[in-house]
């Protein structure tokens, strides 16, 4: 009932809630939850983030999950896949995003998304991210990052 949107309705793990938390203050619109199609295969992206110059799939690495050997071949052939279909990927840790969320994901994905362009929000410009304006405030296609 206190969901803003409906990407606060999703509940998948406490590692996505944090980094969507942080997406939020910030304004970086990002789907929650997005399926991607590769050939045969279908995908379910923690965050894929639309960029004017590309799309950017974000990715929690939780431990149980991802510490198989198995589920980091499958991991192989996802991130081949998504690579090969004109994705780029971020992946964090569960110790990453406790530990480092504002240290090292977040100016990562930062980073990254005003690298590709800024936030493609449909609007008549992109918009990137200033980390310095306490989420409050994007930078414009032309400002100064």
Same mark, same amino acid.
Request: charged letters at 30%.
């Given at each position: 009932?206190? %969901?803003a ?5 999703f @509940?998948?793990?406490p590692l996505? #809630? =944090?980094?969507?938390?942080?997406? !939020?203050? *910030?304004?970086?619109?990002?789907e ?10 279908s995908?379910?992206?923690?965050f894929?983030i ?16 991802? %510490?198989?050997p198995?589920?980091?071949?499958? @991991?192989?052939?996802?991130?081949? #896949? =998504?690579t090969?279909?004109?994705w !780029?990927? *971020? ?7 406790k530990e480092?969320?504002a ?13 590709m362009?800024?936030?493609d929000e ?10 310095n ?5 994007q ?7």
């Amino acid at each position: 009932m206190a %969901a803003a949107e409906i990407n606060d309705l999703f @509940d998948e793990s406490p590692l996505e #809630d =944090l980094l969507w938390e942080e997406f !939020k203050r *910030l304004g970086i619109q990002a789907e929650r939850q997005e399926f991607v199609e590769v050939g045969q295969r279908s995908y379910s992206l923690d965050f894929a983030i639309y960029c004017a110059k590309g799309k950017l799939a974000v990715e929690t690495d939780g431990d149980t999950w991802h %510490a198989n050997p198995e589920k980091a071949a499958e @991991d192989n052939v996802r991130e081949n #896949d =998504l690579t090969s279909t004109g994705w !780029k990927s *971020l992946r964090f840790s569960t110790r990453q995003i406790k530990e480092e969320m504002a240290e090292y994901c977040v100016p990562s994905v930062v980073k990254t998304v005003n690298s590709m362009g800024g936030v493609d929000e449909g609007g008549i410009l992109p918009k990137k991210v200033d980390l310095n304006a306490d989420g409050r405030r994007q930078l414009g296609l032309f400002d100064e990052s």
